[in-house]
């Protein structure tokens, strides 16, 4: 499945997979031009086309005084803010129908969190804008059945859908990547591995997510040998000090030399 079907996410001439990376949560506009600013340079230099990430509000937290945002409009108004500086599209999650048409006026592509990607009326409300909707595999569900959510969204009359792999639930509190679901879900749609939300260790004791970001290089590097068309990676200069899944993001000092080794392997790739 090739990218061109996705309007907001540029073709190069480089055969690079795209990107999606930011920060988890929208903290502030210093903080979200800050991380757009470094990633948008690597990107550039390595002609990977970019999409800046970042949750204008979580609602999927594990206790009540856990952070969720920093205000809808305002946050929302900051990755409009980034799209504009930059030049890039950019992607936030949504919760609720009212949220779809709220968001859509700012971004330019709708994601839906796994937990919700059987949710029909927030899948449709999301399409109906017309944007771009980025359908999380939900951690509970099969490769196979994600045709069902992409087949929402096309019936809809929206050709621009794509899916995302974070994971599947092994055990309680850890999650698994099983790469035969990659080239499953090609066959619906452009498809991205979500590398660090597939590094989450869940329903820790303490209500705080865990997670295992000495991993990241390990899975982004094999979905990249399996064929992703995108890579997902949370990313922050500070990830101890983040408001939200700090556990499990990339330190934004590591990020270039990993995206050199991940074109490296794309590069290889399309030789053969």
């Given at each position: 499945?090739?990218?061109?079907?996705?309007?907001?996410?540029?073709?190069?001439?480089?055969?690079?997979?795209?990107?999606?990376?930011?920060?988890?949560?929208?903290?502030?506009?210093?903080?979200?031009?800050?991380?757009?600013?470094?990633?948008?340079?690597?990107?550039?230099?390595?002609?990977?086309?970019?999409?800046?990430?970042?949750?204008?509000?979580?609602?999927?937290?594990?206790?009540?005084?856990?952070?969720?945002?920093?205000?809808?409009?305002?946050?929302?108004?900051?990755?409009?803010?980034?799209?504009?500086?930059?030049?890039?599209?950019?992607?936030?999650?949504?919760?609720?129908?009212?949220?779809?048409?709220?968001?859509?006026?700012?971004?330019?592509?709708?994601?839906i969190p796994a937990f919700l990607v059987?949710?029909?009326?927030?899948?449709?409300?999301?399409?109906?804008?017309?944007?771009?909707?980025?359908?999380?595999?939900?951690?509970?569900?099969?490769?196979?059945?994600?045709?069902?959510?992409?087949?929402?969204?096309?019936?809809?009359?929206?050709?621009?859908?794509?899916?995302?792999?974070?994971?599947?639930?092994?055990?309680?509190?850890?999650?698994?990547?099983?790469?035969?679901?990659?080239?499953?879900?090609?066959?619906?749609?452009?498809?991205?591995?979500?590398?660090?939300?597939?590094?989450?260790?869940?329903?820790?004791?303490?209500?705080?997510t865990g997670g295992r970001p000495d991993?990241?290089?390990?899975?982004?590097?094999?979905?990249?040998?399996?064929?992703?068309?995108?890579?997902?990676?949370?990313?922050?200069?500070?990830?101890?000090?983040?408001?939200?899944?700090?556990?499990?993001?990339?330190?934004?000092?590591?990020?270039?030399?990993?995206?050199?080794?991940?074109?490296?392997?794309?590069?290889?790739?399309?030789?053969?």
């Amino acid at each position: 499945m090739e990218i061109n079907n996705i309007p907001q996410i540029k073709h190069t001439e480089s055969g690079n997979f795209f990107l999606l990376a930011g920060p988890c949560a929208i903290e502030g506009e210093d903080m979200a031009l800050r991380i757009a600013d470094k990633i948008v340079s690597i990107t550039d230099a390595l002609q990977i086309p970019y999409v800046f990430k970042g949750s204008f509000k979580k609602a999927n937290r594990s206790r009540i005084d856990s952070f969720t945002g920093i205000g809808d409009e305002k946050a929302l108004k900051i990755l409009q803010k980034v799209s504009q500086t930059f030049g890039v599209p950019t992607i936030t999650d949504i919760h609720t129908n009212e949220d779809a048409a709220m968001a859509a006026q700012y971004v330019d592509i709708l994601q839906i969190p796994a937990f919700l990607v059987r949710q029909t009326d927030l899948v449709v409300a999301a399409a109906e804008t017309g944007k771009t909707v980025n359908l999380k595999k939900g951690q509970f569900m099969s490769p196979e059945s994600m045709k069902h959510a992409v087949q929402k969204v096309l019936d809809c009359n929206n050709q621009n859908v794509m899916v995302t792999d974070r994971g599947t639930m092994f055990g309680y509190q850890d999650m698994i990547v099983d790469y035969r679901g990659i080239p499953t879900m090609k066959q619906f749609a452009t498809t991205v591995l979500d590398v660090t939300h597939s590094l989450q260790q869940p329903n820790q004791t303490t209500g705080v997510t865990g997670g295992r970001p000495d991993m990241i290089e390990t899975v982004a590097k094999a979905g990249i040998a399996v064929g992703v068309d995108g890579i997902f990676i949370e990313t922050h200069f500070d990830p101890a000090n983040a408001k939200s899944d700090g556990a499990n993001m990339l330190h934004l000092d590591y990020f270039e030399g990993l995206m050199k080794k991940l074109v490296a392997i794309r590069k290889t790739i399309n030789e053969f």
